[in-house]
C-alpha cells in the first residue's frame, strides 16, 4: 500500500534556511500536499504541489518535486522561530476517495 | 480551522466506556475524514465517509463506529474504550483537494 515517510526532527538556527525531506510510494499521487501543526492546534495546510510540477516557490516556501526518485522536500527561507511546529508530508491517495495519507511528521525546532 | 468543529476537546474515559466524538463542519462539503495521531506515527485514516449516507474503512477501523447522518456531521463513537484508543482525534472535511482539520480531541483512556 502507499506509505510516506519522513525524518522526525530537524533542528536549525534562526535566520538559516530549513529543508524538510519525504519520500512516498504511490506514483500515481496527482497532489503532494505540506502541512503544519502547531501545538495543541489541528493541521493547516501549508502549500501543495500538482504532479505533473517540478518546483513551487510561495514566499519563503519553495518545493521541490523529483517525481523519478517519489521525493519532496519543503525549503522554508529565513526560518523564524514562529516556525517552530510539526511539519507533514501527504500524499492523495490513487483511487478518487480523496483520502490522505500521511507521513510521521517532522519536528522543527528553530533556535533563536 | 474555521469551518470543522470537534467536541469535546478533551476526554478521559476507563476502559470499557463508550463514548461518541461529533465533528460538524459548515462548509458543505462532501467528504469527511476521522483521523488519529499518535507519536511518531503521523495521522492514520480510521474511517471516512465521501458522501452523506456513506461511510468507508480507513487505515484502522477496529474499535471504532461512525455515522454519517447527514452532510454537516460525522461523529465516531468508541463502543468500548481500550488504552490502545488513547490518542488525539482530528476531524476533517475536504473541499477543492485541500483538507480542513478541526482542532482535535484528545482523549484518555484510564
Known amino acids: 500500500g502507499e506509505d510516506v515517510e519522513q525524518s522526525l526532527f530537524l533542528s536549525v538556527r534562526e535566520g538559516d534556511s530549513s529543508v524538510i525531506n519525504c519520500t512516498y510510494t504511490?506514483?500515481?499521487?496527482?497532489?503532494l500536499y505540506w502541512y503544519k501543526q502547531e501545538p495543541g492546534a489541528g493541521l493547516q495546510l501549508l502549500t501543495y504541489?500538482?504532479?505533473?510540477?517540478d518546483m513551487k516557490q510561495d514566499q519563503r516556501l519553495t518545493v521541490l518535486l523529483n517525481k523519478k526518485d517519489k521525493h519532496l522536500s519543503l525549503r522554508i527561507a529565513d526560518t523564524q522561530t514562529g516556525d517552530s511546529a510539526i511539519y507533514f508530508c501527504a500524499e492523495s491517495e490513487a483511487s478518487n476517495t480523496g483520502k490522505l495519507i500521511f507521513g510521521q511528521g517532522t519536528t522543527l525546532q528553530v533556535k533563536p | 480551522n474555521a469551518g470543522v468543529t470537534q467536541t469535546p476537546k478533551f476526554q478521559v474515559l476507563k476502559t470499557g466506556q463508550s463514548m461518541t466524538l461529533q465533528c460538524a463542519q459548515d462548509m458543505n462539503h462532501n467528504s469527511m475524514y476521522w483521523y488519529r495521531q499518535d507519536p511518531g506515527m503521523g495521522l492514520r485514516l480510521i474511517y471516512y465517509?465521501?458522501?452523506?449516507?456513506?461511510?468507508d474503512k480507513g487505515e484502522v477501523p477496529n474499535g471504532y463506529n461512525v455515522s454519517r447522518l447527514n452532510k454537516r456531521e460525522f461523529s465516531l463513537r468508541l463502543e468500548s474504550a481500550a488504552p490502545s484508543q488513547t490518542s488525539v482525534y482530528f476531524c476533517?472535511?475536504?473541499?477543492?483537494?485541500?483538507?480542513?482539520f478541526g482542532e482535535g480531541s484528545r482523549l484518555t483512556v484510564l
Open positions: 465517509s465521501a458522501s452523506e449516507g456513506t461511510t
Open positions: 504541489i500538482f504532479s505533473n510540477m
Open positions: 504511490d506514483s500515481s499521487s496527482t497532489y
Open positions: 476533517a472535511a475536504r473541499a477543492d483537494g485541500e483538507l480542513f
